[in-house]
């Protein structure tokens, strides 16, 4: 029961983010903007950041043990369908990014998704230190979760250099 946690702990975070911040949109399309953007995260963290019974790995990676605690720092031993689930998991955050900030540079966005992936992987190693969460911080998923925000980042981008700026507009929080 412990290793929920960290999940009940960011999902109130969050959801007190959202309250206090709700009044400074008044536009219904940046409400919706606020409610997807805290059901992400809110996702996100139950994808990453709760107990798990199974495990997406298809292969043995070189794990390294610190108290116990599996983490991986070796790139690339090897490309599965975890790899590309990441990057599709961080889609979304990129074009979050792009809608909380639409004048941001495309390389400030890579670099606020890997603080980001930093922060899910740090995470993910301190509560299985805490809590026992049964996950692995692990050096691809920081790489696969920056190319996804970057790639969100830049498809919306490009989205909204075309004729669906006007759908896209009403969404961004600037």
């Known amino acids: 029961m412990s290793g929920w946690?960290?999940?009940?702990?960011?999902?109130i975070l969050i959801l007190v983010v959202v309250v206090l911040n709700w009044?400074?949109?008044h536009k219904f399309w940046q409400r919706i903007t606020i409610i997807?953007?805290?059901?992400?995260?809110?996702i996100l963290c139950r994808l990453c950041l709760t107990p798990i019974v199974f495990n997406f790995m298809t292969a043995n990676r070189?794990?390294?043990y610190f108290h116990g605690v599996p983490y991986n720092l070796i790139a690339f031993q090897q490309i599965d369908m975890e790899w590309f689930l990441n990057i599709v998991m961080t889609i979304p955050f990129g074009i979050l990014l792009y809608l909380c900030w639409p004048?941001?540079?495309?390389?400030?966005?890579?670099?606020i998704g890997c603080i980001f992936s930093c922060f899910i992987e740090g995470n993910q190693f301190v509560c299985d230190f805490l809590f026992n969460i049964g996950?692995?911080?692990?050096?691809d998923d920081v790489i696969?979760?920056?190319?996804?925000?970057?790639?969100g980042f830049i498809i919306i981008e490009w989205l909204d250099h075309t004729?669906?700026?006007?759908?896209?507009?009403?969404?961004?929080?600037?």
């Open 163 to 174: 004729f669906l700026h006007k759908i896209i507009k009403p969404f961004t929080l600037n």
């Open 103 to 111: 004048k941001l540079h495309p390389l400030t966005a890579l670099i």
């Open 5 to 11: 946690i960290p999940f009940i702990g960011y999902t």
């Open 135 to 139: 996950r692995v911080a692990d050096i």
């Open 144 to 151: 696969t979760n920056t190319v996804g925000a970057l790639l």
């Open 62 to 64: 070189n794990l390294r």
């Open 36 to 42: 997807g953007a805290s059901a992400y995260l809110i």
């Open 23 to 25: 009044s400074r949109f």
